[in-house]
């Protein structure tokens, strides 16, 4: 089977909608210094695929809304890996515009005014014609990235347990004592668990006093020790 290989085109596709909309002749009025930034950038995480450029013409204004976005509320689009374990993602490409509400208006004014809606509604047209069918690719994670981002939800997951075992069966448990306890599938370790019961000593400082208790567990599926330390 062939490995999977991937290309990143995230950056080269939002620098390439930056210099169309930079490059259509029509003057902008907000967001061309950003654009200007999004050219020079070297580094996908410092561009946002969502790009708002405002034009002005004829006494008015037009905005074009380009957007790369993940969607995620669809499982079909979610995160997917390569031959290294990197995590990739797609994106979609979308383009509206937008332009302010007029009242009565003499004839001139609303020709010129609907010919420079069009020309930016026809750029908008365009850039969807270009990108909106193009396989737009963005790795997201390395695969240490992903591996370390693992290993942290692991690590929460088995805190919480701990946490979850050692109240339950703390109660009556004095400090320097220990009692032998079951663990389920906690993974085996050394874990500490802090307690600051509503009931707890109030110190001059206003800290409250906690209670510390170690969790040593060693085997998965077993006996564990816990101690009471104070």
């Known amino acids: 089977m ?28 907000y967001g061309k210094d950003r654009l200007e930034r999004i050219l020079t ?18 006494g ?45 208006t003499e004839p001139g004014i609303a020709m010129a005014r609907i010919a420079f809606y069009q020309r930016c509604a026809q750029l908008a047209a365009e850039l969807l014609a270009e990108f909106a069918g193009k396989r737009i690719r963005r790795m997201v994670q390395t695969a240490q990235e992903v591996k370390d981002q693992q290993a942290a939800w692991d690590k929460r997951e088995a805190e919480a347990k701990a946490r979850k075992v050692v109240n339950e069966f703390r109660k009556g448990l004095r ?32 800290e409250r006093q906690v209670k510390l208790f170690t969790l040593n567990v060693h085997d998965l599926g077993g006996s564990a020790l816990l101690m009471r330390v104070q």
């Open 2 to 29: 062939m490995a999977k290989r991937y290309q990143d085109n995230y950056l080269e596709t939002v620098k390439l909608i930056a210099s169309r909309l930079l490059a259509s002749g029509l003057v902008p009025r």
């Open 60 to 104: 008015t204004s037009c905005t074009i809304h380009a957007d790369l976005s993940y969607d995620w509320s669809s499982t079909s689009t979610s995160s997917y890996k390569d031959a290294d374990d990197n995590a990739w993602r797609d994106y979609t490409f979308k383009a509206d515009v937008n332009w302010p509400s007029h009242g009565s």
């Open 175 to 206: 400090a320097g004592s220990d009692r032998v306890v079951q663990t389920g599938d906690l993974v085996p370790g050394l874990y500490e668990v802090q307690v600051d019961e509503p009931t707890g000593i109030v110190l001059p400082s206003g």
């Open 41 to 58: 950038a070297e580094n996908a995480d410092n561009v946002d695929g969502s790009i708002y450029l405002e034009f002005e013409g004829s």
